[in-house]
């Protein structure tokens, strides 16, 4: 079992910042979790937008946000962070943490089973 809780949304002009967190509870502590962001849009499919194993190293980034967004991980703090930049209107959705158990090892993140959900929280970026 895994808890998630989210932090950090908002409000924010086009071309600014965010960061979102995630603090992370696990049942198990040496799973090989990985950890996601994905959003999802009024009228939208939620789609996965960042994504990390918690180990290091495999990360995934959607094409709309490449270059723009970077997720992160504080180990310490059981802590998955999105650092979100250059934002624009079309980011506005709620954004949701993730986290998933994957012994496969693949390195496709989007093929991971994402079992466990936070609360989400909204991002809303004003033209």
């Known amino acids: 079992q895994v808890q998630l809780v989210e932090f950090g949304g908002g409000l924010v002009q086009a071309g600014g910042s965010l960061r979102l967190s995630c603090t992370a509870a696990?049942?198990?502590?040496?799973?090989?979790?990985?950890m996601g962001w994905f959003r999802q849009a009024p009228g939208k499919e939620r789609e996965l937008v960042a994504a990390?194993?918690?180990?290091?190293?495999?990360?995934y980034y959607a094409d709309s946000v490449k270059g723009r967004f970077t997720i992160s991980t504080d180990n310490v703090k059981s802590t998955v962070y999105v650092q979100m930049n250059s934002l624009r209107p079309e980011d506005t959705a709620v954004y949701y943490c993730?986290?998933?158990?994957?012994?496969?090892?693949?390195?496709?993140?989007?093929?991971?089973?994402?079992?466990?959900w936070g609360q989400g929280t909204q991002v809303t970026v004003s033209s």
């Open positions: 990390i194993r918690w180990s290091g190293g495999t990360t």
């Open positions: 696990f049942g198990r502590a040496f799973s090989p979790y990985v």
């Open positions: 993730a986290a998933g158990e994957d012994y496969s090892g693949t390195y496709d993140l989007r093929d991971v089973m994402y079992d466990y």
